[in-house]
């Protein structure tokens, strides 16, 4: 939960600066850079071990990475702060306000069936009309839903499943008895 607080707090200061500086694809490019570097890599427990020196750490840093200036700047100060290791936290903060930015969504549509990709870009299409963006649909398969779909989208779930039909169904025939 903290590591998304601080994602959020640092991604919409990054992103501020780069929708002012029209370089949101290379912020995007240089904080999953800094997210591999400093949390992810065999380096990352360097980065966070407060045993060793911040100044070296932050050296390492620049050594490493190939960022822009700004971003090296930021990961200097992830390090200084001891939080290196919410680097991929703010670089997935950053890639959904931009995302949100340029008009695109994501829609997670799970399905009792496999779907045939036509089916996939049809209903992308219903969606992106509905939700006036452009929206990639991440499917998955769940026999559990016996038929129909739930599709999520951000926050919001709109479950249209034989399983949940079946259920709010018996819930009414219990309720007349």
Known sequence: MADLQVGRRYAQAVFAIARDQGTIT???????????????????????????????????????????????NLASILIAKGRSDSARAISNAFSALADAHEGIAYADVTTAVPLEPAQVERIAAQLGQSLDARVNVRTSVDPSIVGGMVVRIGDRMVDGSVKTRLRELRKDLVRVR
């Open 26 to 72: 290379q912020w995007r490019s240089d904080l999953d850079d800094i997210a591999v570097v400093l949390a992810e890599s065999g380096l990352a427990q360097g980065f966070a071990d407060d045993r060793v020196a911040v100044d070296q750490r932050q050296a390492l840093a620049r050594r490493v990475l190939d960022v822009s200036p700004l971003a090296l």
